[in-house]
């Protein structure tokens, strides 16, 4: 089975503080993405990534970067959290098939 | 550019059927179904990926009208464990590859 992890499941920031949030998959996919979900807009695509160090923008990137270091990890970073960021973070890997496969979420609260 | 999903929210009796669509203002080259319960990540159902295509995933079915830029899931003697929100993602043409964009969802309740 196809595994994907995310390092928290609940995290609590300060604003101005500097978030990571990393995102593991085993399964030797090239392309891994970063969604948040919020209630009423559905899954909105922040960064997305064809390789090692490839990176391309999604449709909400303001405010995120991402690193791609490693194959199987992918990081998505909040430089100077604020409270807008307050969401569910949602990582995935695809297939080359077309599957996705998503991480448990990350649900972030910045005070 | 998200595509709209109708209706955004359904009720059902177990065993009764349900039709959700997805419809973009963009011409289609793919068209994915997902659930996800509540509390859980989203879980891939299906791709439809050729105008006219229909795929069956034990009950649950789906049709892709490339033409007319939309998809439908039907949901057939719907069970308890359909319970969920179902989200539609779709590949454009000319855009980035492999890139989906989820619609806003459809919460889907069944009751006994």
């Known amino acids: 089975d196809v595994k994907v992890t995310q390092s928290s499941r609940y995290l609590v920031k300060r604003t101005g503080e500097k978030v990571f949030l990393e995102c593991v998959q085993d399964m030797d996919h090239e392309n891994m993405f970063w969604y948040r979900q919020d209630p009423g807009l559905g899954l909105r695509l922040i960064y997305f990534?064809?390789?090692?160090?490839?990176?391309e923008k999604g449709d909400i990137p303001e405010g995120y970067s991402v690193s791609r270091e490693k194959k199987e990890r992918f990081s998505l970073i909040l430089e100077s959290a604020s409270t807008n960021q307050t969401s569910m973070y949602l990582c995935?890997?695809?297939?080359?098939?077309?599957?996705?496969?998503f991480g448990p979420g990350t649900r972030l609260t910045v005070l | 550019q998200q595509p709209v999903q109708s209706p955004q929210a359904v009720i059902l009796r177990e065993g009764e059927d349900a039709v959700i669509n997805c419809s973009s203002s963009k011409a289609l080259y793919s068209v994915h179904w997902y659930r996800q319960k509540h509390g859980e990540a989203p879980v891939f159902l299906m791709i439809l990926l050729k105008g006219g295509e229909q795929k069956g995933h034990d009950k649950i079915s789906a049709s892709f009208n490339e033409k007319k830029q939309q998809s439908s899931l039907y949901l057939t003697a719907s069970q308890l464990s359909y319970s969920g929100t179902y989200f539609c993602?779709?590949?454009?043409?000319?855009?980035?590859?492999?890139?989906?964009?989820f619609g806003t969802g459809t919460l889907l309740a069944v009751q006994p």
């Open positions: 990534s064809y390789d090692v160090k490839m990176k």
């Open positions: 995935a890997s695809r297939n080359q098939m077309g599957t996705q496969y």
């Open positions: 993602g779709t590949e454009n043409y000319g855009g980035a590859t492999n890139k989906l964009i």
